[in-house]
């Protein structure tokens, strides 16, 4: 079989419902902590935890110096390189994040600081969602990185 059916036929599913030979996915969660100084409401802790999986393929070459392993060996090395850029992307939203919430807003009342922390952690998710397409728009998906099987 072709390396590059196989790879095919053991890519990792995105959430997107397609198939790639490699998926970054994060799971970022918060917790913030109110205070409350002469009737104005702020948030004055939050905790931030980005959980980053990847979802990369298992070596289907031998190991060694022939052609297949140092294709296998650059594609994957590209492939790794790639996402990893994901994951910073999903980091430096993290961060923005954090220092959104803790950039001391005052608030008349615990709903309002409510609605701030949601409309501005979707705010942030969405712009990780955003800048991981364009990221993959601009590099087709890895391609133009190296991240790419080519025949042998």
Aim: no cysteine; net charge negative.
């Amino acid at each position: 079989m072709e390396l590059t059916a196989a790879m095919k036929k053991e890519a990792a599913t995105s959430n997107d419902g397609h198939k790639y030979f490699g998926v970054t996915n994060w799971n970022l969660n918060y917790r913030t902590t109110l205070a409350e100084i002469d009737g104005l409401h702020f948030i004055d802790k939050a905790d931030i935890a980005l959980d980053i999986i990847y979802h990369l393929p298992n070596r289907i070459t031998s190991e060694g110096e022939d052609l297949y392993a140092q294709e296998w060996n650059r594609f994957y090395t590209a492939l790794y390189d790639h996402e990893k850029v994901h994951a910073t992307i999903a980091e430096t939203h993290a961060k923005e994040l954090y220092d959104a919430f803790l950039s001391r807003k005052d608030f008349s009342n615990k709903e309002e600081v409510r609605l701030f922390r949601i409309q501005t952690a979707n705010k942030y998710f969405e712009n990780i969602r955003a800048n991981n397409r364009q990221y993959d728009k601009e590099t087709n998906q890895g391609e133009t990185q190296g991240a790419r099987l080519r025949s042998l």
